[in-house]
Antibody, heavy 123, light 111 residues
Framework: EVQLVESGGGLVKPGGSLRLSCAAS????????MTWVRQAPGKGLEWVGR??????????DYAAPVKGRFTISRDDSKNTLYLQMNSLKTEDTAVYYCTAPRGAARLSWFDPWGQGTLVTVSS | QSALTQPASVSGSPGQSITISCTGTSNDVGFYNLVSWYQQHPGKAPKVMIY???KRPSGVSNRFSGSKSGNTASLTISGLQADDEADYYCCSYALSSTLYVFGTGTKVTVL
């Protein structure tokens, strides 16, 4: 069964840091590009960033609101994706999902999705 | 990069058809045939319903169909059923440093 399981969410103060993890199983994680998407409470979905395979240099891309503060990494030996979040702001409060881009040149759609992990940034 | 524009809500009776629009720009929806649609029930993760504008993943009902004209993509749900009541989001790959842009979301209500 293809599965993604996020963990590491919680309450953190503004300016603080948090690292999220996403454990993958049931598919070839090594060959997969991976992506983080977030959803603020009661709001829509927002793309956060992606990482390509290690074979492709593990290249990363980020959305403008998080660039320079968030870092995506992967450990293929553990089939795990990470999201290191620094200098957190209240507007980063959201459920964070990991997912995999699929289809044409791996640019087309996102599937599967994890269940999400809630990050709350508040003093 | 602004979010794609969707109507906040759409409703219909069981058995009817509804259409949700998704309006972007010539830098996203209008440039690429890389529009996908996601269904999200409360408290659940999104689920892909349509990809590459018109394609349906295996297991998704053929009551769901997609199309595009210019900078606007559309999702049509025919034979509306109670379980179709959910939030729906479009998404497009974009000519931008923010590679993907999602829609504002549409709440579908089955009357």
């Amino acid at each position: 069964e293809v599965q993604l399981v996020e963990s590491g969410g919680g309450l953190v103060k503004p300016g603080g840091s948090l690292r999220l993890s996403c454990a993958a199983s049931g598919f070839s994680f090594t060959n997969a590009w991976m992506t983080w998407v977030r959803q603020a409470p009661g709001k829509g979905l927002e793309w956060v960033g992606r990482i390509k395979t290690e074979t492709e240099g593990g290249t990363t891309d980020y959305a403008a609101p998080v660039k320079g503060r968030f870092t995506i990494s992967r450990d293929d030996s553990k089939n795990t994706l990470y999201l290191q979040m620094n200098s957190l702001k209240t507007e980063d409060t959201a459920v964070y999902y990991c997912t995999a881009p699929r289809g044409a040149a791996r640019l087309s759609w996102f599937d599967p999705w994890g269940q999400g992990t809630l990050v709350t940034v508040s003093s | 990069q602004s979010a794609l524009t969707q109507p906040a809500s759409v409703s219909g009776s069981p058995g009817q058809s509804i259409t949700i629009s998704c309006t972007g720009t010539s830098n996203d929806v209008g440039f690429y045939n890389l529009v996908s649609w996601y269904q999200q029930h409360p408290g659940k993760a999104p689920k892909v319903m349509i990809y590459e504008v018109t394609k349906r993943p295996s297991g998704v009902s053929n009551r769901f169909s997609g199309s595009k004209s210019g900078n606007t993509a559309s999702l049509t749900i025919s034979g509306l059923q109670a379980d179709d009541e959910a939030d729906y989001y479009c998404c497009s790959y974009a000519l931008s440093s923010t590679l993907y842009v999602f829609g504002t979301g549409t709440k579908v209500t089955v009357l």
